[in-house]
């Protein structure tokens, strides 16, 4: 027998275990509300809630004669996937690895590495549906203009997430314990929230601190969008930035990421 005849069946039986991996967490997932809550729902509520400002709904010489609202849902877009990358993966994955889950999977077909894969696909998963909430109740309740250069928000859209996750995969590989896990990415979270424009628009801040902002991830990631929403190609800077963080986040949690 050739060793390619030896190996199908084991690389079938990995395939079906990752399947069914995929199945079981994607169960999990549906079964806790406040990840669902947090990542799916919280983003468009705050952008109803910001949208039923008077003041939110007038536009603003400051952010190039745009409303707020306008420049909010961008900033709902980002939150979802901090929510997910920076709240609710790690402790997820870091209590697999403190309750000896993934060491027992080791000794099975199923690989450690699928329940990775399966987190962060299923975590990026709900922060695209949660995008593309905010993106429709912004259109439909707020008259909130769908992004013009829809190619390139899609572009800038999936390097944001795919940052958002490799950032909750570092936090993953450096946490050795569900409360270290939390910790970190609360820590995290805060400045990630800063720089994606949580409490002032990249737009709307001063010269010096926008280009600060704009190194960062979610700073890069909210120009990208603006931009595209906008209707011009994302800045090729932007999208550089946010590709570079993604390579260096997931080089650094593949190389410090332990399975027990």
Do not use: N
Request: hydrophobic residues 55%; aromatic residues 8%.
């Amino acid at each position: 027998m050739t060793a390619t005849a030896v190996a199908a069946p084991h690389a079938t039986a990995r395939s079906k275990a990752s399947a069914a991996v995929l199945k079981a967490e994607f169960r999990i997932f549906r079964r806790e509300p406040g990840a669902l809550f947090w990542i799916m729902a919280f983003p468009t509520v705050l952008l109803v809630i910001l949208g039923s400002i008077p003041s939110f709904r007038e536009t603003d010489a400051s952010l190039g004669g745009i409303r707020l609202v306008d420049a909010y849902v961008p900033v709902t877009v980002l939150l979802s996937l901090i929510m997910a990358g920076l709240q609710a993966m790690p402790p997820m994955i870091t209590g697999y690895r403190e309750r000896g889950i993934l060491r027992r999977m080791s000794t099975t077909p199923v690989r450690p590495s699928a329940v990775l894969g399966a987190q962060m696909g299923i975590h990026g998963a709900a922060a695209l549906v949660s995008a593309l909430l905010s993106l429709t109740v912004g259109r439909l309740v707020f008259d909130v203009p769908l992004p013009r250069q829809a190619f390139g928000y899609a572009i800038a859209l999936l390097l944001a997430i795919l940052c958002g996750l490799a950032l909750g995969a570092m936090v993953s590989a450096i946490s050795r314990t569900t409360k270290a896990a939390t910790a970190i990415g609360s820590a995290v979270f805060f400045p990630m929230m800063f720089s994606a424009g949580v409490w002032l628009p990249v737009q709307a801040m001063p010269d010096a601190l926008a280009r600060v902002v704009e190194i960062a991830p979610l700073g890069a990631a909210a120009q990208a969008l603006g931009e595209a929403a906008a209707g011009d190609w994302p800045g090729l800077s932007h999208l550089g930035v946010l590709a570079l963080w993604t390579v260096v986040l997931s080089a650094a949690a593949a190389r410090w990421f332990r399975w027990e």
